[in-house]
């Protein structure tokens, strides 16, 4: 029912009442509570990268909508801050409670927009999922702190107060978890919510609108508009928007947070990886190389997590054998077929453009030992497929390896120490995640210890406004590396783990050009993203009698 017809890609089936007798293809957005057509003459179609087929059209919002979408939230915000949190997280309660009961339709959806394998997608599901359980206990997150008797009859305490408006930004690689790191937080601290899916697969961001709406989200909580660079223009713009999330590519991620921050907006943006595993001699072979066939070819390499650089340090080529035997069982077809291992990339220019880097890996003297480019899958002929592709003596000069290629292509290398493979980690440009396969406890320490930025890390625990300022100082001193630098937290590290994306009690780090801001998402960095600290200094006691006028400046009595 209702907008669960996207799963069945047409709304003709709808039944519920924001739904009722719509046939059409277009997705409408989210403006107040309202499913609205919009009137924009522009579309973008969503289609199914296995097949295809034209899923859905999303339209490029008109200003005008954008700016009532706005109105909305900011309309909604003062009575959903004065909601009692308790209230606030029972919608979150119910919210979780309806996304498990739909989980099947929602991987559905993301299957048939997204591609990745209906497992795959329930994984994606899932772990937005678990953002929203752990919004559940807000109250405890957004609590604030108090010194009592600071002074003589004087506490202090302070509050953590929702911003107002604040706006997310979406990939296409994980449709449903991405907007649950997001709008979930922002919402059960007090703010109202402007969502951008991404123009790929924006199905799912629209499912779990109508469930929170379901679960209690008043109109105007919520909103959601669609389009792509002009929306997230008026987005970085808009005076009524505080904080912006973002989570992309590194193009649009550095012009978000330099537009957004340059407008006095809160921005947390998360970009681009290259992800490296190093693997010591010692380590088990066996999971090993299941941990790097799953990590770096699951999901068809799209995820921002993927391990895309195996580091293998002494012989690497017993490992290479065991690696290229394992990647070749593996079944590439569309993530609704039960077998299927990996589905394919997201687009015929995701496509391209994974098949030019390896290319220009083979041109500048890489060796490749699995070719996935020319793959044809039986009964998805015209799909965006790419089977497992594996590059081995990558160097770190090699186009292929200074690029984010987002596809289903392990790059192996090889390094004579582990201090040799810690530095090749370390130089690169990216941080965002990094792990180590070993039996070692003292090479698991040294890993942990040293993995760090390598060049250039710029640690700003302030004001955007201020990182910006020092960033435009410090292009002039260092203007080489300054595509290196960072806005602090460092890396997520894996000790014979993969993909060490952390559950929503901790924050999802990042570091050098994978994170731009200085609060991650969720955990206790993502409440205080989205909320603002008030301090309240109070006097109670007998003032009768009076003390005087005194003009010094107050201290401590
Ligand atoms: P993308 O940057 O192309 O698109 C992301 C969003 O930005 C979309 O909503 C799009 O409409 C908008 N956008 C794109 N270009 C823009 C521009 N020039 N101006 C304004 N808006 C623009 O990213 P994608 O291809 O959808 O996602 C893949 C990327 O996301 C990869 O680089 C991946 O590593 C990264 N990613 C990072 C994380 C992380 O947590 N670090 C997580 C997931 C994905």
């Given amino acids: ?9 047409h709304f003709s089936v709808a039944t519920e009442s924001s739904w009722k007798h719509r ?23 969503v289609i199914n990268p296995a097949t295809q087929e034209v899923v859905s059209q999303i339209p490029l919002t008109t200003g005008k909508e954008f700016k009532s979408a706005v109105s909305a939230a900011k309309e909604a915000f003062p009575s959903w801050k004065n909601t009692p949190i308790t209230t606030r997280q029972r919608v979150m309660l119910k919210f979780q409670e309806l996304i498990r009961k739909n989980m099947d339709k929602l991987a559905f959806n993301v299957t048939m927009e997204q591609g990745k394998t209906l497992k795959d997608a329930q994984g994606d599901v899932f772990r ?9 206990g807000m109250a405890t997150l957004q609590m604030g702190e108090y010194v009592s008797n600071v002074s003589n009859g004087i506490d202090t305490y302070s509050l953590r107060e ?12 994980f449709p449903a978890m991405i907007p649950l790191w997001m709008f979930p937080v922002a919402a059960t601290c007090g703010n109202t919510f402007i969502l951008k899916p991404s123009e790929k697969d924006p199905g799912a961001s629209m499912m779990l609108a109508e469930l929170a709406m379901e679960a209690g989200l008043p109109d105007g909580v919520l909103n959601i508009v669609h389009g792509t660079h002009d929306v997230v223009n008026a987005i970085c713009d808009d005076d009524d928007i505080r904080a912006i999330s973002f989570v992309g590519s590194n193009t649009a991620g550095m012009h978000i947070y330099s537009r957004a921050s340059a407008k006095g907006k809160r921005v947390q943006s998360n970009m681009g990886a290259k992800n490296h595993v190093v693997v010591m001699p010692d380590a088990n072979i066996d999971s090993t190389i299941n941990a790097l066939v799953a990590a770096g070819f699951g999901a068809a390499g799209q995820r921002c997590m993927a391990l895309s650089t195996v580091v293998f340090v002494g012989d690497s080529k017993p490992w290479e054998e065991k690696l290229l ?22 687009s015929k220019q995701a496509k391209e453009r994974v098949c030019r880097l390896v290319q220009s890996g083979v041109d500048s003297g890489a060796k490749l030992l699995l070719d996935g480019r020319d793959i044809v899958v039986p009964g998805y002929e015209k799909g965006n497929f790419i089977g497992p592709t594996i590059l081995s003596g990558v160097t770190p000069d090699m186009e292929c390896y200074k690029e984010e290629i987002f596809g289903p292509v392990l790059l192996c290398m090889q390094a004579n120490s582990l201090d040799e493979a810690i530095n090749i980690v370390n130089q690169n440009k990216y941080g965002n995640g990094a792990a180590i396969f070993t039996t070692s406890g003292a090479a698991a320490r040294k890993f942990q210890t040293e993995i760090e930025s390598g060049q250039f890390l710029v640690c700003i625990i302030c004001h955007p406004i201020s990182a910006v300022a020092y960033t435009i100082k410090l292009l002039f001193l260092f203007p080489d590396k300054i595509v290196a630098s960072c806005f602090c937290f460092l890396y997520k590290i894996g000790i014979n783990v993969p993909i060490p994306v952390p559950l929503p009690f901790f924050s999802f780090t990042g570091s050098k050009a994978s994170f731009a801001g200085d609060l991650n998402f969720y955990g206790k960095a993502g409440v205080q993203f989205y909320t603002q600290i008030k301090t309240v200094t109070q006097q109670w006691k007998d003032l009768s009698g009076g003390s005087g006028v005194s003009l010094a400046m107050p201290t401590s009595q």
């Fill in 1 to 9: 029912p209702g907008i669960f017809a996207l799963a069945n890609h």
């Fill in 23 to 45: 046939t059409s293809l277009r997705v409408p957005n989210l403006i107040g509570g309202s499913f609205v057509d919009s009137q924009s003459s522009e579309f973008v179609d």
């Fill in 128 to 136: 937005g999922l678990e953002v929203v359980e752990h919004a559940c």
């Fill in 162 to 173: 929702p911003l107002g408006v604040c706006a997310g930004i979406c990939p296409f690689n």
């Fill in 325 to 346: 035997e394992r990647a070749k069982t593996l079944k590439v077809s569309a993530g609704t077929e039960p077998d299927a291992d990996l589905g394919p990339v997201i």
